[in-house]
């Protein structure tokens, strides 16, 4: 469910202010009110000081010790105001805003103390000024925007804390004994001056992006920057870039609302606390270094906060909203990971039955559950209870950084917030297990289920070549439209979108990283199919309305047995409708070969399942452009051989159930004499070994009289008699060993084979 956030806004100008508005209409120490509506004097009463809002156009005394200006208030010195603070070691506190226009002044006496809070605003335009007497203390928590002048006596402190905005581009000007602590970003042209004292940047702390330059007064802000040039920073303020837009070579820092529509770069960002950023569906923003967030950054579907540089590191009390559209059927799931630490299952997935919301256990090759207690209870107060057998190791109820995991949609609102004061940056590493144990659910072992860990997208290509000793070099995607999955490597120009979990293999048990250096930008952030390289085809089985699709290779590089650079096992799908190809009996969705020649053509064994009696068909979905080989499907059964062309689709009728041995791949180099379909050259009759027996499938067109089995002594120890093409017979149980098969057909020709039994 998508919660509405509500965040306090500062007004600028009196649009539509709390309580009663007055100006002053003469001077003095006691002036006289009015608020004037229509020409009338309304002869209301005395204000107060922070809480009305309150136009000052003349001079004025404030009393009292202490006071707090509360949010909606708003107090506006204009040209020839003058606001005296009567009471030593009185103090201010600003949760509104004040704004010291030019020709306007504040001032106090000995031991004032101002603090902006969070929701406060202090605004120095340029002529207007602020002066306090000895011992006085300013802290900034919220946004100082100095374009005038600040004055502090003997021993005066200032305090920028970590969560605050400053932007000086006039002059802060103390006397002997001063001190001043910077713990957060302070950006601007102008002048820091002190007679004598101590200018600290700690905890972060920086001007213009630098914490080491001299601080030595004066402090000249615009001879300061990260590259020692103040050109280097763009700050947003009233909607407005003073200095032009973000790039590549600028430091980039919001102090109000910005909707991102076009891809922005930056060295590194920093949101004020009253900074509001909106990275819309589509766009981007792209930093060097490190992010500072203060305020609110919201990041859309299919939107992107990329962070390129390896030692970055981000700071900030403020919000990170991450958004990513999921399926709203109930009965489908999506593959989930999270873009931010610390995210809590039932925070994103509040209306989930947690039954159903699954993690994958590397270690034993099946499902579990991450959970924190035996009983929690999602956001409708339903309570669960996990046997302690049914949880991963060190279950907590939060998504951990780099792994997947299994949720259902939500009918109510596909879209998932994933909210946090921080985002995942820098490297990942995230365990992966091989234990070798084969599950009933697929084929294949050593699977593990991770996640993009980034509010970014990350290249597929560039993860599995960083990972590519640890892992083998393909990622499989759960796709929700053809309930199938969808496996791709690092030849594939694919996007993993923010939040995508996928599955790969592990070589072994190892730590795999997820790096910035991974990390990039698509305007669609939709998964797709990539272009193959030369030397692959892809086939395509159609069932109905459902496709399920098997890749092959032809490299000089590839092992015709098991190699890691191709090769990947097969995900089955969890409706009963596969296809993949045979490596001995594994089940791949990859597979390589090395290249047909001249002399030797390459057939490659491809497996059918489905669950009824229905007509499938088998095609090429695509073929490599310029590829120098030719394609061939040969249907044993009905001993036909069609060559696979763009637009041709092989039909035939299919009787449930698997089928590992009718159909096979054949490929030729182009300039090779090409079979001519429902020939029957080089179709001989397939023998297919299990443990203590075979099976003979006829794959000719000739009906088989008598297949004879011997053993290496000679003697005959099997007869079968009389099977048709297309037609499978299996040998009764047998010792292991070696024997020989004599081939009788109905037009008097002889063959014989050598077949293994285990």
């Known amino acids: 469910m998508k919660k509405a956030l509500f965040f306090p806004l500062i007004i600028f100008i009196a649009v539509q202010l709390n309580a009663v508005q007055y100006h002053t209409i003469s001077g003095g120490a006691t002036p006289n009110w009015s608020y004037t509506k229509g020409g009338v004097d309304c002869n209301c009463a005395d204000p107060v000081l922070g809480v009305d809002s309150i136009f000052i156009h003349h001079s004025i005394t404030a009393s009292g010790n202490s006071r707090t200006y509360n949010p909606g208030s708003y107090l506006y010195v204009d040209d020839g105001g003058v606001v005296t603070i009567s009471a030593n070691n009185a103090s201010r506190t600003i949760e509104s805003e004040i704004v010291v226009a030019e020709g306007g002044e504040i001032n106090a006496p000995n031991g004032f103390t101002i603090t902006i809070e969070n929701t406060g605003s202090f605004i120095l335009n340029a002529g207007g000024l602020f002066e306090f007497g000895q011992n006085g203390t300013f802290v900034n928590r919220g946004n100082l925007f100095l374009d005038g002048q600040i004055i502090g006596c003997v021993n005066a402190e200032i305090h920028f804390e970590g969560i605050s905005s400053v932007v000086i581009n006039g002059t802060l000007s103390l006397c002997n004994n001063a001190v001043i602590t910077n713990e957060t970003s302070i ?9 004598s004292g101590t200018f600290i940047n700690s905890n972060g702390g920086n001007i213009n992006g630098c914490e080491s330059c001299d601080l030595t007064s004066p402090v000249n802000l615009g001879s300061i920057g ?27 820092v919001v102090l109000d609302t910005l909707l991102v529509t076009s891809n922005i770069e930056s060295i590194t960002l920093n949101v004020g606390s009253l900074g ?24 859309e579907n299919s939107a992107s ?42 925070e994103v997935f509040p209306l989930a039955n947690l039954y159903d919301v699954f993690v994958f256990d590397a270690t034993v090759q099946n499902w579990k559950y991450d959970f924190a207690t035996l009983n929690p209870e999602n956001e409708t107060g339903t309570p669960y209870s996990f046997s302690a057998s049914n949880l991963i190791a060190n279950a907590d109820g939060v998504m951990s950084d780099g792994v997947g995991y299994f949720v259902p949609g939500n009918n109510t609102s596909g879209t998932r917030e994933f909210t946090s004061q921080a985002v995942n940056n820098g490297t990942i590493p995230t365990s992966v297990f091989a234990p070798g144990i084969t599950s009933s659910n697929w084929s294949g072992t050593d699977w593990n289920l991770l996640g993009n860990p980034y509010p970014s997208n990350i290249g597929a290509s560039s993860f599995l070549s960083h ?44 730590t795999i990283e997820f790096t910035n250096a991974m990390r990039s930008h698509s305007s669609t952030s939709i998964l797709r199919f990539g272009t193959p390289s030369a030397g692959e085809v892809y086939l395509k089985l159609k069932a109905a309305d459902f496709i399920d ?40 969705v990859f597979q390589s070969v090395t290249p047909p020649s001249i002399v030797e053509d390459k057939r490659i064994p491809l497996a059918v399942e ?8 088998i095609s090429a979905d695509s073929v490599s452009a310029g590829s120098p080989y030719r394609f061939f499907l040969h249907d044993k059964k009905r001993s036909k051989v069609t060559e696979l062309k763009k637009g041709v689709e092989v039909e035939f009728d299919y009787e449930q159930g698997s089928d590992q041995y009718r159909f096979e791949l054949l490929v030729k180099l182009s300039d090779n004499e090409a079979p001519v379909e429902g020939v029957e050259e080089d179709l001989n009759p397939q023998l297919i070994s299990s443990t203590g027996r075979f099976e003979i499938l006829n794959s000719t067109p000739r009906r088989i009289k008598a297949a004879r089995v011997y053993d290496l002594s000679g003697r005959e120890v099997v007869l079968l008699q009389n099977i048709e093409s297309g037609d499978v017979r299996q040998t009764p149980q047998l010792k292991s060993g070696i024997f020989i098969v004599r081939f009788e057909y109905d037009n008097g020709e002889i063959e014989a084979e050598k077949v293994y039994v285990k």
């Open 276 to 299: 509001r950023v909106t990275i819309a569906s589509g766009f981007s923003i792209e930093t060097a270094d490190s992010v500072t967030n203060s305020g609110v950054v919201t990041i």
């Open 549 to 588: 699709r098997t890749r092959l290779y032809l490299s000089p590089l590839a092992d015709d047995g098991l190699d890691n650079l191709f090769d990947a096992s097969k995900m089955q799908n969890p409706n009963g409708t596969n296809f993949y190809s045979l490596i001995d009996s594994g089940e791949y």
């Open 226 to 252: 990260a590259s020692g040039e103040i050109s280097n920073v763009t700050v947003r303020r009233k909607g407005v870039w003073n200095n032009g837009l973000p790039d590549a070579t600028k430091h980039a």
């Open 187 to 195: 950006y601007g042209v102008g002048v820091i001056t002190y007679k």
């Open 305 to 346: 906060l990329i962070q390129t540089g390896s030692l970055s590191q981000n700071s900030g009390e403020g919000l990170f909203i991450v958004e990513k559209d999921g399926t709203q059927d109930i009965m489908k799931y999506n593959m989930w990971s999270s873009p931010t630490p610390g995210q809590n299952i039932t």
């Open 610 to 617: 489905h669950h009824t009696d229905t007509t499938l068909s």
């Open 467 to 510: 990972n590519s000793t640890q892992l083998v070099n393909v990622v499989h995607l759960w796709h929700n439209d053809s309930s199938a999955y969808l496996s791709y490597n690092d030849s594939d120009p694919l996007m993993l979108t923010s939040c995508q979990g996928f599955w790969v293999q592990a070589n072994a048990d190892a």
